[in-house]
Every structure is written in C-alpha cells, then in structure tokens.
C-alpha cells in the first residue's frame, strides 16, 4: 500500500506534428501584376566593392526567381538601366511621384523595391550566449565558439502601390556561411537562406510551418 | 403488438438521445473523456474537432493544466495565436513545473516571434554581437 502512494501518477501523451498556418503581410488576390526594382545599395565607407555590385545584381535575380517559383503573381518585366532620382533610400521612400510613374509606365500594381547592404565577415572567436533551459525555465549562459566566414545582409524591403505609396517595409537579416577560400565568390549569394526566403516570402504568400507539440491523452 | 410496438419505439428513442450526447460531446462524457476525443482526433489532424472537444474539456474542468496545454495547442493549429498565447499563460501559472508545457510555450513563442511577428525582434542576436575579431 505504501509503495503505490509512492508511485508517481503516469503522464500519458506524445508529440504530434502540426502545420502552423502564417497569414501573408499584404492583402492580395495572388494574380497582381508586380514590377522589380530598383534594387538599391546601401552606400558604405569603402566606397562601392566588387562584392555590393553582386550582391544588387544577385538580389534582383533571386527575388524574381522565388516569387515566380513560389507565388502566382504576375512578374513584369524589368526596365533596363533604371535610375532612381536619388541613392538615398530614406529620400526615396518618400518619392510618391516616382513610384507612381514606375507603376504607370509598367502597368503595375505593385513595385517590390529594395536597399541592400552587404558586409563580409572572416572572424573566429568565442562567445558568452544566454541560453533558457526548456527543463528547468532557468537562465543559464554558456561558451559558443564562433567561427564566422560569410555574408552578412541587411536588406530593406519595400512595397509601393500603383498610387506611389509604401504599403510595407520589411527590414530582413541574414547571413550565409561560406569557406573563407570562397569568400571572392559572388554566384549564388543567397541560396539557401531560410530566413530570407520565409520573410520574402511572407509577404506575398501564406505558408505553412511544420512544428511538434506535446499532447496529453 | 401495442406492447412490443412501444418498447421498440422507447428502445429507439433512447439509442437517439445516447448518440446525440455522445455524438455532440454533451454532458454524458467527462472531461478525460473529452481529453481523450480531442487527443484522437488531432492525432488525425482534425484540429477544429480537437478544439471543441477539449473546449468542453476545460468547460468541465477550468483548472486543468493538462487540458489547458491541449487547448492552447489547438487554438495554435487553428490560427488563434493570441488565444493560444494566454491559454499557455494560463495553464503556467497553475503547472509553472510542466515541462511539457513549458516546452511548447517556448516553441509557440520561438514561432512566433520568427513567423507570425518578426518585426517585434531585437537585434540579430549570438554570433554577430560577439565582437571577437581575428
């Protein structure tokens, strides 16, 4: 009798997989007709490297190939040297008349614009991390060694509607690890990215995102 | 025949009123029960079933910290994050030791703030802030 106080009562459940449904940022039919660029450089102390003219070039290729893989809206084509009347992102933002010409001249609904800034890093080290223990909720901090070769982004994104006006602005950072002996390597700069890709694509589309949780029976 | 006629008619009405109870989760199941329907019918992916079945769960037992973790699952699966959010700060405030429920607090709240409302995060965290330089 004693030994059965003493057993502890049997939790009875398991872990089931669900897909958590994410609503998409911009309210759209999914058949819009949607122009690209400008894709603009953020501009930085070192002047303009071989690697930022990449990256706008490769930025510009990446957002069109995943928003016509994975989204119905319709792409129009891009306009050959188009020059924004200013390099200043925080000016330009403001700039209805521009979008709105933009738009116009494209039959657009919306213009998907964005700022990108590219910083590569090469650094190891090590690193004091706070980290929660799901066993005990306590906080407890611990030593990471960082080795760090790669690009580091910081990417504006911005969307305008055919009258000109920002109907969102979504700041996105990432970062892709690569070899150091590939760090002159600019093809491909942003595959593989789940971050970017998630946050890109959030805005257009709804996803699904696959997660485990624990069930009582 | 009157006779047999009406305890047919009796017999019918009673295995009615049984299905209709059981069938709509009315006050004839308990709350495990309830439990248990919500817990096979998620197991299957029927998340709205789920929910009203451990909605009536927790209508019957409001303090349950097992049906409360459930419930907020639910609410997860169906899109209602706000209220799965403070159902599991309910649930925590009775069980705070529950790490099965602690755990998918963390993971509801590590979903969250990466999917449904990256904009509310800090700044990008770990590696980068790490200012050790070679």
Same mark, same amino acid.
């Given at each position: 009798m004693a030994l059965?106080?003493?057993?502890?009562?049997?939790?009875?459940?398991?872990?089931? *997989?669900?897909? =958590? *449904?994410? @609503?998409p940022k911009l309210d759209l039919t999914g058949g819009e007709r949607v122009f690209i660029g400008p894709i603009l450089l953020e501009p930085g102390d070192e002047g303009t490297r071989r690697v930022d003219v990449s990256a706008v070039r490769e930025l510009d290729r990446y957002v069109r190939r995943l928003l016509r893989r994975q989204t119905r809206l319709n792409l129009l084509p891009p306009e050959e040297g188009l020059t924004p009347p200013t390099a200043d992102v925080t000016a330009l933002r403001g700039m209805t008349d521009f979008w709105r010409d933009l738009a116009g001249r494209h039959g657009a609904d919306l213009v998907v614009a964005a700022s990108v800034d590219v910083e590569v890093l090469d650094r190891t080290g090590y690193s004091t991390e706070k980290y929660v223990s799901?066993?005990?909720?306590?906080?407890?901090?611990?030593?990471?060694?960082?080795?760090?070769?790669?690009?580091?982004?910081?990417?504006?994104?911005?969307?305008?509607? @055919? @009258?000109?006006?920002?109907?969102?602005?979504?700041?996105?950072?990432?970062?892709?690890?690569?070899?150091?002996?590939? =760090?002159? $390597?600019?093809?491909?700069?942003? $595959?593989?990215?789940?971050?970017? $890709?998630?946050?890109?694509?959030?805005?257009?589309?709804?996803?699904?995102?696959? @997660?485990? *949780?624990?069930?009582?029976? | 025949m009157e006779r047999r006629l009406l305890v047919g008619v009796l017999l019918g009405l009673s295995v009615f009123s049984w299905g209709c109870a059981s069938g709509s989760g009315g006050a004839g199941l308990s709350a495990k029960d309830e439990l248990k329907l919500g817990y096979k019918a998620a197991r299957r992916g029927y998340w709205q079933e789920a929910l009203y079945r451990f909605e009536l769960a927790q209508g019957k037992r409001p303090?349950?910290?097992?049906?409360?973790?459930?419930?907020?699952?639910?609410?997860?699966? /169906?899109?209602?994050?706000?209220?799965?959010?403070? /159902?599991?700060?309910?649930?925590?405030?009775?069980?705070?030791?529950?790490?099965?429920?602690?755990?998918?607090?963390?993971?509801?709240?590590?979903?969250?703030?990466?999917? /449904?409302?990256?904009? %509310?995060?800090?700044?990008?965290?770990?590696?980068? %802030?790490a200012g050790s330089g070679s």
């Open positions: 059965l106080a003493t057993v502890p009562a049997v939790v009875s459940g398991r872990e089931v *997989r669900m897909g =958590l *449904r994410v @609503a799901p066993e005990d909720g306590k906080t407890y901090f611990r030593q990471v060694l960082i080795e760090e070769t790669g690009f580091k982004y910081d990417i504006l994104l911005m969307v305008f509607d @055919a @009258a000109g006006a920002l109907v969102l602005e979504e700041q996105i950072s990432d970062f892709q690890e690569r070899q150091p002996r590939k =760090l002159d $390597e600019f093809t491909d700069m942003y $595959e593989d990215l789940y971050t970017l $890709e998630n946050r890109l694509l959030g805005v257009f589309v709804p996803r699904v995102v696959l @997660a485990r *949780r624990y069930l009582y029976s | 303090q349950d910290p097992e049906i409360l973790n459930n419930l907020a699952v639910a609410l997860e699966a /169906v899109g209602r994050y706000d209220d799965a959010r403070g /159902v599991y700060e309910q649930a925590l405030s009775i069980a705070p030791g529950d790490r099965h429920l602690r755990r998918n607090r963390l993971q509801f709240e590590e979903f969250y703030t990466t999917h /449904v409302a990256p904009d %509310d995060e800090g700044e990008t965290k770990g590696a980068t %802030d």
